[in-house]
């Protein structure tokens, strides 16, 4: 049930709560699927970096700045997250979309991405999913996301994955 989960737009004061959920669900949703190394202890410290830097740089202006959505318990306990990269082709990169772990499958992922086609539109909202995640993949499909391309992703140490691109063209798309 996600009647009582607030989304809001976040900032560099949610940077820690955001990597250490971000790390988290890393861990549980990709082990198995990249190398374990990229899951290791180093995981939190990298995303804390990583998110400091991306809730703090200057990116130009509005219409460049990546977006936090955050999706929040009552009291502020951060239980989802997306991020929006706007594209140099006029599309909209779904960079994360994460859920804590233990709180997948009751509807929290569904908000978020709908929060996210929601501020991308009018632009088309596009996302990279790694070929083996076949819940992510599932979900995205029942969202009326529509696989778009095929590459390869490249993780530390060379180890290479699949990974599929999936899109939302139009938001009028959505049901």
């Known amino acids: 049930m996600t009647a009582e989960i607030t989304v809001r737009e976040g900032g560099p004061a949610d940077a820690p709560a955001v990597a250490a959920l971000h790390a988290d669900s890393r861990r549980t949703a990709y082990a198995g699927l990249v190398p374990a190394e990229a899951l290791g202890d180093g ?8 998110w400091e830097l991306r809730l703090t740089a200057d990116y130009g202006g509005p219409e ?34 994460h859920v804590r772990p233990g709180r997948t499958g009751g509807g929290i992922g569904t908000r978020l991405l709908r929060a996210a086609l929601d501020r991308a539109a009018p632009a088309a909202l596009r996302l990279e999913v790694l070929r083996d995640n076949h819940r992510a993949i599932a979900f995205y499909e029942r969202e009326g996301g529509v696989r778009t391309a095929e590459r390869t992703a490249v993780f530390p140490g060379g180890h290479e994955v699949t990974e599929y691109e999936y899109s939302w063209p139009r938001p009028a798309h959505r049901s």
């Not at 009552?74 to 779904?94: S, T």
């Open 43 to 50: 995981l939190p410290a990298q995303r804390l970096e990583i």
């Open 64 to 97: 460049h700045t990546p977006v936090l959505l955050l999706a929040e318990e009552p009291g502020g306990a951060p239980v989802g997250f997306a991020y929006l990269v706007p594209e140099p082709d006029g599309r909209v990169l779904l960079d994360n979309l």
